[in-house]
């Protein structure tokens, strides 16, 4: 959701009226002074105020407290699986031994995959105990 406050506090710092910012966007003034006042889901203008202003989306919109650039760190994928209940499964493709073919390149051994852990916990394939 994009801040109101936290833009007005930002021009306010930064010394931006809502009409320099608007031209420097290439938006109204109406548009700047309603993403002030009014709160909204956010802006298709959202990364050009945020370069404008020398601060991140993510703090226009709230998802971090920290103004100056680069204070946002995206999660890693391995976060953002886990927050989608996904699990990492190692896959290994059997296709190389099927046959008698000779192969001269390089064959991929190993591919991760990312899968839903119900589906996973549920499937009748196991790994191997060692």
Request: glycine letters at 8%; charged letters at 30%; proline letters at 7%.
């Amino acid at each position: 959701m994009f801040r109101g406050d936290r833009l007005a506090g930002l021009m306010k710092e930064r010394g931006f009226s809502q009409s320099e910012l608007a031209r420097r966007v290439g938006v109204s003034q109406a548009t700047v002074w309603k993403l002030i006042k009014e709160p909204s889901q956010g802006s298709k203008h959202l990364h050009k105020i945020a370069r404008i202003l020398a601060t991140t989306p993510a703090y226009l919109s709230g998802e971090t407290d920290d103004p100056s650039e680069g204070a946002y760190v995206p999660p890693t994928p391995e976060e953002i699986a886990a927050q989608m209940g996904l699990i990492k499964v190692e896959e290994i493709d059997l296709a190389i031994g099927m046959g008698a073919a000779f192969l001269d390149e390089a064959v991929i051994e190993r591919v991760d995959r990312w899968m839903p852990e119900e589906w996973v916990r549920g499937s009748p394939i196991r790994r191997p105990r060692t």
